[in-house]
T-cell receptor
Framework: DQQVKQNSPSLSVQEGRISILNCDYTNSMFDYFLWYKKYPAEGPTFLISISSIKDKNEDGRFTVFLNKSAKHLSLHIVPSQPGDSAVYFCAAPEGFQKLVFGTGTRLLVSP | DAGITQSPRYKITETGRQVTLMCHQTWSHSYMFWYRQDLGHGLRLIYYSAAADITDKGEVPDGYVVSRSKTENFPLTLESATRSQTSVYFC?????????????FGEGSWLTVV
């Protein structure tokens, strides 16, 4: 059973506009969330995280929002740039040792 | 700073063959992981290791074997490769501590089983 879900496999946005990537989770014990970004032929790299004690965390053009009651988080990229085109994974720690990843959303930012 | 390296990067093998994917990290990270990436499934954990000589199963361990005799190495072996094991395999590592610590991934090993 997928504990972290990304229901949109792909998203297309024009350069300069906002990209919103969504993630839902089922395990109410999750208290920390991460976003990873993956370019083709490369490994995923850490992008941004958020603790459940916050509802927002911002890092430059990237902001993650957390709605605990809805078990939903979203990653906003403003403004979107062509270099942001990649696959984005949300993830949550399961227990003390492991990270559980979502299925990923492929973002395409067109000039 | 070499980081985390995987080899081979690309491999084609036949059904039934044994294949070993190598992973080496230079950070002395306690934890190491093997994930596979498949369309529609995202990144799924195969095996992980909390320290040398300590390994544990992840979400999809069947058909795979791991070992960790040294902290820096974490090889993944497919004992008898099947077509369903065609995938991209990522090795990763992180420091000791809670699972929210940043995981660092290798560049991936593309495996095709024919």
């Amino acid at each position: 059973d997928q504990q972290v879900k990304q229901n949109s496999p792909s998203l297309s946005v024009q350069e300069g506009r906002i990209s919103i990537l969504n993630c839902d989770y089922t395990n109410s014990m999750f208290d920390y969330f991460l976003w990873y970004k993956k370019y083709p032929a490369e490994g995923p790299t850490f992008l941004i995280s958020i603790s459940s004690i916050k509802d927002k965390n911002e890092d430059g053009r990237f902001t993650v929002f957390l709605n605990k009651s809805a078990k939903h988080l979203s990653l906003h990229i403003v403004p979107s740039q062509p270099g942001d085109s990649a696959v984005y994974f949300c993830a949550a720690p399961e227990g003390f040792q492991k990270l559980v990843f979502g299925t990923g959303t492929r973002l395409l930012v067109s000039p | 700073d070499a980081g985390i390296t995987q080899s081979p990067r690309y491999k084609i093998t036949e059904t039934g063959r044994q294949v070993t994917l190598m992973c080496h990290q230079t950070w002395s990270h306690s934890y190491m992981f093997w994930y596979r990436q498949d369309l529609g499934h995202g990144l799924r954990l195969i095996y992980y290791s909390a320290a040398a000589d300590i390994t544990d199963k992840g979400e999809v361990p069947d058909g795979y074997v791991v070992s960790r005799s040294k902290t820096e190495n974490f090889p993944l072996t497919l004992e008898s490769a099947t077509r369903s094991q065609t995938s991209v395999y990522f090795c990763a590592s992180r420091m000791a501590g809670n699972s929210g610590n940043t995981i660092y991934f290798g560049e991936g090993s593309w495996l095709t089983v024919v």
